[in-house]
C-alpha cells in the first residue's frame, strides 16, 4: 500500500531564515506530488505541484520554491523565512494518469511551521 | 473548477446521521464531487468523490441531486471521532489536477 511522509512535523524558525521541508511517497511510481498550506483557521492553498522529476508548477508567487530532485522526493524550500510563512505545510499525492476515478489526492500528515 | 458552497458549522448528536450538504451550481459535466475531512492538526483524509451517480464506502453515503447542483455527504451513524472539517470539492482533472479547498464545514458531533 502506498504511505506519505513528511518531516519534520513541528517547526519553529526565526524570520530571514532558510526552510527545508521533505515529503516522500512509498508503494507508487511517478505520482503527481502537491504542496498545500493552511493559515490558522482557513482552507487549504495550493502552492505548487509536480507531475514528473524536475518539473514544478507554481501556483502563488511568494518567497518559496519546490524542487523534486527524484520520482517520489518533493521538497519545499525558502531562503529567508517571513512571518507570514507560518503555517500548515500539507504534501499530497495522487496516481498519475488520465482524468478519473483514479484521480484521488492523499495527504500526508503534515509540517506545523511557526515563524518568529 | 466549480466554486462550492457550505454552512459553515453543523452539530449532530452521536448516534445519527450526519447530513452535510454542499452546493456546486456552476459544475460542469466532467467535473467530479469529492469530499474530504480534517481532523484538527492533520492532514485532510479522503471520504468518497462521485460524479453523477449515489456512492456508498465504508465511511459514507454521497448523494448527487439530478442536476447535479448539489449534493449530501450522509455520515450514517456519527460518533465523535467524526468531529471535524468537512470539505466539499468539484473539479475536472486536467494534467495537474488541482484540489481548490474552500472553508468547509465544522461538524461537531455531541454526546
Known amino acids: 500500500s502506498q504511505t506519505i511522509h513528511q518531516w519534520p512535523a513541528t517547526l519553529v524558525q526565526p524570520v530571514g531564515s532558510p526552510l527545508s521541508l521533505e515529503c516522500t511517497v512509498e508503494?507508487?511510481?511517478?505520482?503527481?506530488l502537491y504542496w498545500y498550506r493552511q493559515a490558522a483557521g482557513r482552507g487549504l492553498q495550493l502552492l505548487f505541484y509536480?507531475?514528473?522529476?524536475?518539473?514544478i508548477s507554481s501556483e502563488v508567487p511568494q518567497n518559496l520554491s519546490a524542487s523534486r530532485p527524484q520520482d517520489r522526493q518533493f521538497i519545499l524550500s525558502s531562503k529567508k523565512l517571513l512571518l507570514s510563512d507560518s503555517g500548515f505545510y500539507l504534501c499530497?499525492?495522487?496516481?498519475?494518469?488520465?482524468?478519473?476515478?483514479?484521480?484521488?489526492?492523499?495527504f500526508g500528515p503534515g509540517t506545523r511551521l511557526t515563524v518568529l | 473548477d466549480a466554486k462550492t458552497t457550505q454552512p459553515t458549522s453543523m452539530d449532530c448528536a452521536e448516534g445519527r446521521a450526519a447530513n452535510l450538504p454542499c452546493n456546486h451550481s456552476t459544475i460542469s459535466g466532467n467535473e467530479y464531487v469529492y469530499w474530504y475531512r480534517q481532523i484538527h492538526s492533520q492532514g485532510p483524509q479522503y471520504i468518497i468523490h462521485g460524479l453523477k451517480n449515489n456512492e456508498t464506502n465504508e465511511m459514507a453515503s454521497l448523494i448527487i441531486t439530478e442536476d447535479r447542483k448539489s449534493s449530501t455527504l450522509i455520515l450514517p451513524h456519527a460518533t465523535l471521532r467524526d468531529t471535524a472539517v468537512y470539505y466539499c470539492i468539484v473539479i475536472f482533472y486536467n494534467q495537474g489536477g488541482k484540489l481548490i479547498f474552500g472553508q468547509g464545514t465544522e461538524l461537531s458531533v455531541k454526546p
Open positions: 499530497a499525492w495522487k496516481a498519475s494518469g488520465r482524468a478519473g476515478s483514479t484521480d484521488t489526492q492523499y
Open positions: 509536480s507531475v514528473g522529476i524536475g518539473q
Open positions: 508503494g507508487t511510481s511517478n505520482p503527481n
